[in-house]
């Protein structure tokens, strides 16, 4: 020990130093360390927490976008198939529509031509009525008159301009 107080070294002073040194390293790891330590274990816990719950909502995310796109697909192919089915329904109704249509232009052009040709028949009716009575009216005439030939040569272009 004596070499050391020959340097300006007290053992004394360094037992002391070494004492509170001690002291000191067991204060600050009663006050300081464990405190310290206690509280990065605790946030790395809430980290841990906070990365599980992100996980889990990542995959509730992804879960409920999945749903989602099914939904919407599924609401697609409904409307595809209401869309084609209202198609279907009017092609059907239009075709039925024109179907009518042409039965009842075809019932009016029947009746049409029936009323034509009664019609016609009836006007062929008039005209022979009417050029028999012209007939035994010139015939009359010229019975009633004496035959001479320009008289009834008169005559007969009248019967002609009046049958046209």
């Not at 310290?36 to 906070?50: A, G, H, P």
């Not at 198939?81 to 039925?96: Q, Y």
């Given at each position: 020990?004596?070499?050391?107080?020959?340097?300006?070294?007290?053992?004394?002073s360094?037992?002391?130093?070494?004492?509170?040194?001690?002291?000191?390293?067991?204060?600050l790891?009663?006050?300081?360390?464990?405190?310290?330590?206690?509280?990065?274990?605790?946030?790395?816990?809430?980290?841990?927490?906070s990365?599980?719950?992100?996980?889990?909502?990542?995959?509730?995310v992804?879960?409920?976008?999945?749903?989602?796109?099914?939904?919407?697909?599924?609401?697609?192919?409904?409307?595809?198939?209401?869309a084609?089915?209202a198609?279907?329904?009017?092609?059907?109704?239009?075709?039925?529509i024109?179907?009518?249509?042409?039965r009842?232009?075809?019932?009016?052009v029947?009746?049409?031509?029936k009323q034509?040709?009664?019609?016609?028949a009836?006007?062929?009716?008039?005209?022979?009525?009417?050029?028999?009575?012209?007939?035994v009216?010139?015939?009359?005439r010229?019975?009633?008159?004496?035959?001479d030939?320009?008289?009834?040569?008169?005559?007969?272009?009248?019967?002609?301009?009046?049958?046209?």
């Amino acid at each position: 020990m004596e070499a050391l107080g020959n340097l300006g070294i007290d053992g004394y002073s360094i037992l002391l130093y070494l004492v509170n040194f001690g002291i000191l390293i067991v204060l600050l790891q009663r006050f300081v360390y464990k405190p310290v330590l206690k509280f990065i274990d605790e946030r790395q816990e809430k980290i841990e927490n906070s990365v599980k719950r992100a996980d889990e909502i990542e995959k509730r995310v992804i879960a409920i976008e999945s749903e989602r796109e099914e939904i919407i697909k599924e609401a697609r192919r409904q409307a595809t198939e209401t869309a084609e089915k209202a198609k279907n329904e009017g092609d059907a109704r239009r075709d039925e529509i024109i179907s009518a249509a042409k039965r009842e232009v075809e019932r009016v052009v029947a009746s049409g031509k029936k009323q034509l040709e009664e019609d016609r028949a009836e006007m062929m009716r008039s005209v022979r009525k009417d050029i028999v009575d012209i007939v035994v009216k010139a015939s009359a005439r010229i019975v009633s008159d004496a035959i001479d030939e320009k008289k009834s040569q008169s005559l007969a272009e009248e019967v002609v301009r009046k049958m046209t």
